[in-house]
């Protein structure tokens, strides 16, 4: 198993910018994918970001231009460098990670107010 810690969130106001991070623990493989989710109230779960531990990248197309997903291999963490938030932006942010099988954060909060 997989365990994911998530930090970073909070309130910001809008065109502010917030870095989180999330550190995997356990059976971490070589090959794996990492990256962040999003869900707003009464809204489903939408992808934001992807890395694979090769380096590629997927961007949602709302946050393209915007956010910055990167990772440190080593110290197996994933982080999201939010700039120019919007009010839209506000959600809870989940860490995701999948190697087969997914596992996912208790999630952080991330208020962008207008």
């Known amino acids: 198993q997989v365990q994911l810690v998530e930090s970073g969130g909070g309130l910001v106001q809008a065109g502010g910018s917030l870095r989180l991070s999330c550190a995997a623990s356990g059976s971490i493989g070589r090959l794996n994918v990492m990256g962040w989710y999003r869900q707003a109230p009464g809204q489903q779960r939408d992808l934001v970001a992807l890395i694979s531990s090769g380096g590629g990248t997927n961007y949602a197309d709302s946050v393209k231009g915007r956010f910055t997903i990167s990772r440190d291999n080593a110290k197996n963490t994933v982080y999201l460098q939010m700039n120019s938030l919007k009010p839209e932006d506000t959600a809870v942010y989940y860490c995701?990670?999948?190697?087969?099988?997914?596992?996912w954060g208790q999630g952080t909060q991330v208020t962008v107010s207008s």
């Open positions: 995701t990670y999948a190697a087969g099988v997914n596992s």
